[in-house]
């Protein structure tokens, strides 16, 4: 994200932007929305809506935040020009923000209710213990991520008191198992860097072909999670249009990523794959309206 603004109020607002990643945040607060539509079965309230995305947004901020302050000797060698080393932000405003976002998510989740922020102070927990003590643990870590990332829509499901849907935990599912297996071939990516952080990753213990035949195995458990579902008869024939082609199109990248001969080739297979479920979550959302009316 890039801010015109020029002279310093621009310098920092652009080293606030590279700090928190926005992308992820916004990603983040999209899904836990995703989950209450999902879990409610129609549009919620917008109150409860904008509360459940502020909620994703900040406290997925907050741990991005968080990560440059723990990771702050590793990128003074790997990545100086990162905004901490880099004196961009000062260890004092990198303080003030991940106290700033870590209260405004906790006050968005009390603000629906006890459940919600019960929800979301254990999932800041684990972001936090993963930035401070488990990044470097392999597997564990690369699990407690992708535990993150599905349970934006737990969440969302469960402010709408949705959890009884069954759609909910098979997109937590879907969610967790396609994270773990991109955690995982990210590693196989950065082997470099994990080796200088002494990190237990799959592809630095097992090697880089191994961590890569992982992830498609998990692509393929990614599919057979899909196919649910339609096995229980919770979604229509109509809903095979959004399936298929995502399910198609995973089996490809990853195939195409279990190949790829360079770093830069599989991390840019790892962006597309995420586009790909990305456009399966908003496809899904988009295409509901009309399945429904048709069964």
């Given at each position: 994200?890039?801010?015109?603004?020029?002279?310093?109020?621009?310098?920092?607002?652009?080293?606030?932007?590279?700090l928190i990643k926005p992308e992820l945040?916004?990603?983040?607060?999209?899904?836990?929305?995703?989950?209450?539509?999902?879990?409610?079965?129609?549009?919620?309230?917008?109150?409860?809506?904008?509360?459940?995305?502020?909620?994703?947004?900040?406290?997925?901020?907050?741990?991005?935040?968080?990560?440059?302050?723990?990771?702050?000797?590793?990128?003074?060698?790997?990545?100086?020009?990162?905004?901490?080393?880099?004196?961009?932000?000062?260890?004092?405003?990198?303080?003030?923000?991940?106290?700033?976002?870590?209260?405004?998510?906790?006050?968005?989740?009390?603000?629906?209710?006890?459940?919600?922020?019960?929800?979301?102070?254990?999932?800041?927990?684990?972001?936090?213990?993963?930035?401070?003590?488990?990044?470097?643990?392999?597997?564990?870590?690369?699990?407690?991520?992708?535990?993150?990332?599905?349970?934006?829509?737990?969440?969302?499901?469960?402010?709408?008191?949705?959890?009884?849907?069954?759609?909910?935990?098979?997109?937590?599912?879907?969610?967790?198992?396609?994270?773990?297996?991109?955690?995982?071939?990210?590693?196989?990516?950065?082997?470099?860097?994990?080796?200088?952080?002494?990190?237990?990753?799959?592809?630095?213990?097992?090697?880089?072909?191994?961590?890569?035949?992982?992830?498609?195995?998990?692509?393929?458990?990614?599919?057979?999670?899909?196919?649910?579902?339609?096995?229980?008869?919770?979604?229509?024939?109509?809903?095979?249009?959004?399936?298929?082609?995502?399910?198609?199109?995973?089996?490809?990248?990853?195939?195409?990523?279990?190949?790829?001969?360079?770093?830069?080739?599989?991390?840019?297979?790892?962006?597309?794959?995420?586009?790909?479920?990305?456009?399966?979550?908003?496809?899904?959302?988009?295409?509901?309206?009309?399945?429904?009316?048709?069964?």
């Amino acid at each position: 994200m890039q801010f015109p603004i020029p002279g310093p109020i621009g310098d920092k607002a652009r080293a606030i932007a590279d700090l928190i990643k926005p992308e992820l945040p916004l990603a983040a607060g999209i899904c836990v929305v995703a989950g209450e539509i999902i879990g409610s079965g129609g549009l919620p309230a917008p109150y409860t809506a904008l509360l459940g995305f502020l909620t994703g947004f900040f406290v997925s901020g907050s741990a991005m935040i968080s990560n440059d302050f723990f990771d702050l000797e590793v990128d003074r060698i790997n990545h100086p020009m990162r905004p901490l080393p880099s004196g961009r932000i000062t260890i004092a405003e990198l303080t003030l923000l991940t106290f700033i976002f870590t209260a405004v998510g906790f006050l968005a989740a009390a603000l629906l209710g006890p459940q919600a922020l019960a929800l979301t102070i254990l999932i800041w927990i684990i972001g936090i213990l993963y930035n401070w003590r488990y990044k470097e643990s392999g597997l564990l870590g690369n699990a407690m991520v992708a535990l993150s990332v599905g349970w934006t829509f737990i969440f969302g499901g469960a402010v709408v008191d949705g959890l009884a849907n069954g759609m909910i935990w098979i997109f937590a599912a879907l969610a967790f198992v396609f994270d773990l297996g991109e955690e995982i071939a990210g590693g196989a990516m950065d082997v470099k860097g994990d080796d200088k952080r002494s990190a237990r990753t799959i592809a630095r213990i097992y090697g880089k072909r191994h961590a890569l035949n992982i992830s498609g195995l998990l692509s393929l458990l990614f599919v057979a999670i899909g196919t649910i579902p339609f096995v229980m008869g919770w979604l229509s024939s109509c809903y095979l249009a959004v399936f298929l082609p995502v399910d198609l199109a995973v089996l490809y990248l990853a195939e195409k990523l279990r190949a790829s001969q360079t770093d830069e080739e599989g991390r840019r297979r790892i962006r597309q794959l995420y586009l790909v479920v990305t456009f399966l979550v908003i496809a899904f959302i988009a295409v509901k309206p009309v399945c429904e009316l048709s069964v």
